[in-house]
């Protein structure tokens, strides 16, 4: 078997987390309904779909952007805090996955699980096609403004 930029093994090997994006817009819309599709067909025990999908505006994204540059700022300075806010600034659109909670641990692992496998199909799918993106579960993510501000 041989392996080319367009097949799966090709895609696998290929992909990167992107931290520079060179666009200034956000990737056709038709791609990431695509990519979110695909995303869903993810394994999940029992059906549980614990995955949320939420396209972010440029209010919440800016209170994103500002939270997190509080959180860095408290813990390495201002200006470690000015250039990530500057960089993620920057990123053209915002794409969030979050995953349901549940109370029972075994369902929550496996939820979480499940999650990590649809972002992987989003990512690999997004590459195929020329759009890079980042996965994070940075600090600001466990914070609890970072919902509120959702």
Known sequence: ???SDTDIAGIIQKRRTIHSFKLDQ?????????AITLATCAPNHH????????????ET???ICLLNAEIIESVRGESAARIKL?????????????????SN????????????????NMMLYL???????KWTTGGVTRDPRFFEIL
């Open 1 to 3: 078997m041989t392996t």
């Open 26 to 34: 956000m990737p056709p819309a038709e791609e990431i309904q695509k």
């Open 47 to 58: 059906a549980t779909e614990p995955w949320r999908f939420y396209l972010l505006g440029s």
């Open 61 to 63: 994204k800016e209170k």
């Open 86 to 102: 500057e960089r993620w600034r920057e990123i053209p659109g915002w794409l969030l996955l979050t995953c349901s909670k549940s």
């Open 105 to 120: 641990e075994i369902r929550d692992r496996e939820d979480y699980a499940a999650c990590c496998c649809a972002s992987q």
């Open 127 to 133: 590459w195929s096609v020329g759009i890079g993106m």
